[in-house]
């Protein structure tokens, strides 16, 4: 059923997909849909969670192959991010910023809620970076997360993996290091 809604909201849109249509497409009636979920609103955040918490597993599973050395891990996390929101899956598109942008308001603070959570992880080893002083973390963050969210804007599969982007983007950015 998740699998069907992503597939729906990443093809249609949030607005273009209604619960009428995900039922049909699962081969249930609308009523019996909304047993499982209150309204399409919870089905679309049960959508996100579950997008979220890919990029959460193939991070943790990158960094279970690292060092404790602080830039092999960020470039790690960064293959991994690069890597499920390149591979073309519907969670990685919905997940995606620039997807977000068509969800409902009055849901975008839980959507929020969870990115941010996401990217706790990326704040604790963006912490363990021996970067200068005087260097921002959190706009370290941001120019970071900005790169890898735009690659999915301009990336074509032949010339670079994602772990040729994520070496490229770590190597930049470690020109700050102190």
Sequence with gaps: MLDTAAAMFAAKGYDGTSIRDIAGAV????GSLY???KSKEELLLAVYHKGVARFEEA??????????????AIEAA?????STLLDGGDYARIVSPEFMRSFPPAILATLNAERDRYERH??????????APQTDRWLFKVALFGSLNWSQT????GRYT???IAEAFIAMLRQREA
Excluded at 27 to 30: A, D, F, Q, R, V
Excluded at 59 to 72: D, G, R, S, V, Y
Aim: aromatic letters at 14%; charged letters at 15%.
């Design 27 to 30: 081969g249930m009636l609308p």
């Design 35 to 37: 047993y499982h979920f």
């Design 59 to 72: 991070i943790a599973e990158a960094l279970c192959h690292t060092t404790n050395e602080p830039w092999q």
């Design 78 to 82: 960064c293959a991994a991010h690069l």
């Design 122 to 131: 990326f704040e604790k080893l963006i912490a363990a970076l021996p970067l």
């Design 154 to 157: 301009w990336y074509r599969k």
């Design 162 to 164: 994602p772990g040729d």
